[in-house]
């Protein structure tokens, strides 16, 4: 059984930390699984995209795409990515079989704090442009498979909700 896990959420507030964790629990158990963060998928196309939110969502399409074909192949996709807008997620959806939002729900703040790059820092100064959070929005999702909460929870906390849906829903262990 393959499926993907779309890792959203505000920039820093530990969809990459807990993807990693997801990650190596999955290979551990056996899976055969692929891990994709749209930060170092964004690097392929640097030269050819600007920064804005157009070339974001064009990163995000090209990840849900590659997630396509590897489900196909039954290989298990965790794809991490802000991807702030609802309608981008929603494509998505659409495109990928067994698509799961996973909504890493936490504040501005706790988000801010927990940026190891200042990043909110440059947008706040203006050097970076339409950064979610300061000066674009992030849209929530509406009903996303699985919400959580990156505030209460710890990176292995959140695994441990990751992984128990996996068994309940898929019987993925």
Wanted: glycine residues 6%; proline residues 3%; charged residues 25%.
């Amino acid at each position: 059984m393959s499926f993907t896990l779309w890792m959203t959420g505000l920039p820093s507030i530990g969809k990459s930390t807990t993807a990693k964790q997801v990650y190596n629990t999955l290979l551990d158990n056996g899976c055969s699984v692929e891990l994709m963060d749209s930060d170092e998928h964004r690097v392929h196309f640097e030269e050819m995209l600007s920064k804005d939110a157009s070339a974001r969502d064009i990163v995000a399409r090209s990840m849900a795409v590659t997630a396509m074909y590897l489900n196909r192949r039954s290989i298990i996709c965790i794809c991490v990515a802000t991807s702030p807008r609802r309608l981008v997620r929603d494509t998505h959806r659409k495109l990928i079989k067994g698509y799961i939002e996973v909504y890493c729900q936490g504040t501005v703040e706790t988000a801010r704090q927990r940026d190891t790059r200042g990043l909110y820092s440059l947008a706040d100064k203006g050097i970076i442009k339409g950064f979610t959070g300061v000066d674009e929005v992030y849209e929530a999702p509406t009903k996303p498979e699985l919400v959580l909460d990156m505030e209460s929870l710890s990176p292995s906390g959140c695994v441990q909700v990751v992984m128990k849906y996996l068994e309940d829903h898929l019987n993925v262990r």
